[in-house]
């Protein structure tokens, strides 16, 4: 047994802006079925949705480097899960988690460092894990606080430290000294905290852990290649030695078409009539026209360089000569909302589109799209397709990442090269295999039968905490 203390940016059903707060609403829960002893530590910021809290720690004053902060944690348990809240109102008590009006926030850098102080304020006085693991960058500095500052501190003697890497593109690199955050200038330099004569907190987090994975075993090797390495393909080929690809897993409570609250016919593996009445549906919420002999594409996504939608502009007029229809749910890069708006102009009655985020949107579509559209540049494990998958919604992917990894040719529809023309390629070829009725529900019915519960997932972390 293990008592893991992980840390993170959010976490569902607390707060959530992407799949990041999925894996620490489910991940967590999952591996204290399988026996460990688990705790989270979060910001608590104004927007959080936390109930049955409780102070547990208060006075807390705690250093990030020059900077003094007053500290109070809160705790809730969630699913047997312990959750901690920092509850630092000058860093935290804000309308956003990272920015506001799309800038970020200018003291990002000292908001996560008091984050991973903080975490260790809760190791030390609360929770004796033996296991720190930390995600993405926000907890970057989590590894050489503790494999740094306090190697000399028998409080923390023998804990170990895990990083996991959620998305590579983000770095955490900051125009600052080490010394503003609590570290040794001697740090900075090539195979410690300097990434590109900036600190960079995902680094620290890399170089300083023992052990240190991704979110798929595509991505993992993936990131190591200059094509997806963000700059960090050195560094992360020279740590091939402790790097495990891990796939993200799904929490089916939230996401099964049998007991899903928010869709209109909920339905199971050999009734496929509520699936088709979840289409009707929707294409009535959208205002498309009801056309029995026309697949329906759905994408449920941010908008951002990452997401590969880019890629459907050029081909925009080509799509309108086919026999389909998109029902569109998401946000983010003014390009892509654009894009998608004039396609939903030209074609009113086949492309509807709603602009933001909201959950219960995003089952509906999941349920009721014949096909879901992932055409991602990198996608380091991703969760929507998995989602379509046991809603019978047939993806169609780029081969990257977790998208390699967990889509075959048996489920879904893949193209590899970046380009519009391979896009193109992959949406004719399903739109040719729909005309198959037969053949389309031994495809549905394979990628239903698929099972990435985080069950799996959980026992590959445990194998890589025994390792250590
Ligand atoms: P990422 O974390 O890169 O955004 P993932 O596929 O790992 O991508 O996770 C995205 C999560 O956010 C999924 O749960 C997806 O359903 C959800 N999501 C993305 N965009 C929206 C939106 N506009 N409205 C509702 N949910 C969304």
Same mark, same amino acid.
């Given at each position: 047994?293990?008592?893991? *203390? &992980? ?34 530590? *979060?910001?608590?910021? /104004?927007?959080?949705? #936390? ?15 020059? !900077? @003094? ?12 899960? !312990?959750? %901690?809240?920092?509850?630092? +109102? ?14 970020? $926030?200018?003291?990002?850098? #000292?908001? %996560? ?17 033996? #296991? ?23 409080? %923390? ?35 410690? &905290?300097?990434?590109? @004569? ?38 992360? !080929? ?37 699936? *088709? ?16 002999? @026309? +697949? ?29 229809? %998109? ?15 004039? &396609? ?9 589109? @709603? ?35 046991? $809603?019978? =919604?047939? +993806? ?22 970046? =380009? ?16 198959? /009725? ?6 549905? /019915?394979?990628? &239903? ?18 390792? *250590?």
């Amino acid at each position: 047994m293990h008592r893991i *203390l &992980m840390v993170a940016s959010e976490a569902a059903p607390f707060i959530k802006t992407g799949g990041l707060a999925d894996v620490l609403g489910s991940f967590p829960a999952a591996l204290v079925k399988r026996g460990e002893e688990v705790g989270v530590v *979060l910001p608590r910021y /104004r927007n959080a949705q #936390i109930a049955g809290d409780h102070r547990i720690l208060s006075d807390l004053q705690l250093n990030v480097g020059p !900077r @003094r902060f007053p500290v109070g944690i809160d705790q809730t348990v969630h699913n047997g899960v !312990r959750y %901690f809240f920092v509850d630092c +109102p000058p860093l935290y008590d804000r309308a956003g988690l990272y920015n506001e009006r799309g800038y970020d $926030y200018i003291d990002n850098d #000292i908001r %996560f460092a008091l984050l991973s102080q903080a975490a260790l304020a809760v190791t030390r006085y609360v929770f004796p894990a033996n #296991i720190l693991h930390a995600h993405d960058w926000q907890a970057g500095l989590l590894a050489p606080y503790l494999k740094v500052n306090l190697a000399n501190d028998p409080a %923390f003697f023998g804990v170990k430290c895990v990083i996991t890497i959620h998305n590579l593109g983000y770095q955490g690199n900051f125009l600052n000294l080490l010394s503003e955050l609590g570290l040794d200038p001697s740090l900075y330099h090539m195979d410690g &905290m300097e990434f590109n @004569r900036h600190v960079s907190f995902l680094k620290g987090g890399i170089v300083w852990s023992d052990a240190v994975t991704a979110v798929s075993p595509t991505y993992a090797k993936e990131i190591q290649t200059p094509e997806y390495g963000f700059g960090f393909d050195g560094l992360m !080929r020279s740590r091939a030695y402790k790097l495990t690809g891990i796939l993200n897993g799904v929490d089916y409570n939230e996401w099964s078409p049998e007991n899903d609250p928010y869709i209109s016919s909920r339905y199971s593996r050999p009734d496929f009539l509520g699936k *088709l009445a979840c289409k009707k549906a929707l294409l009535k919420e959208f205002g498309l026209a009801e056309v029995s002999q @026309r +697949p329906l594409i759905g994408i449920v996504s941010r908008f951002a360089d990452q997401k590969g939608f880019g890629l459907l502009g050029p081909i925009a007029g080509e799509l309108a000569g086919q026999n389909l229809a %998109f029902a569109v749910l998401g946000s983010g890069e003014a390009r892509d909302e654009a894009m998608f708006r004039s &396609m939903a102009a030209a074609w009113p009655d086949r492309v509807g589109l @709603r602009l933001g985020y909201d959950e219960a949107l995003a089952h509906r579509i999941v349920a009721g799209g014949d096909m879901l559209l992932m055409p991602s540049r990198y996608e380091p494990c991703g969760l929507t397709q998995m989602y379509a998958l046991r $809603y019978g =919604t047939v +993806p169609i992917v780029r081969a990257t990442g977790g998208l390699e990894d967990t889509v075959d040719q048996e489920t879904g529809f893949k193209f590899q090269p970046y =380009t519009p023309e391979a896009l193109m390629g992959a949406i004719q070829e399903a739109l040719g295999a729909w005309q198959d /009725r037969a053949g389309w529900v031994i495809r549905m /019915r394979r990628g &239903m039968a698929k099972d990435y519960s985080w069950d799996v997932a959980a026992e590959e972390y445990q194998r890589v905490y025994r390792s *250590l």
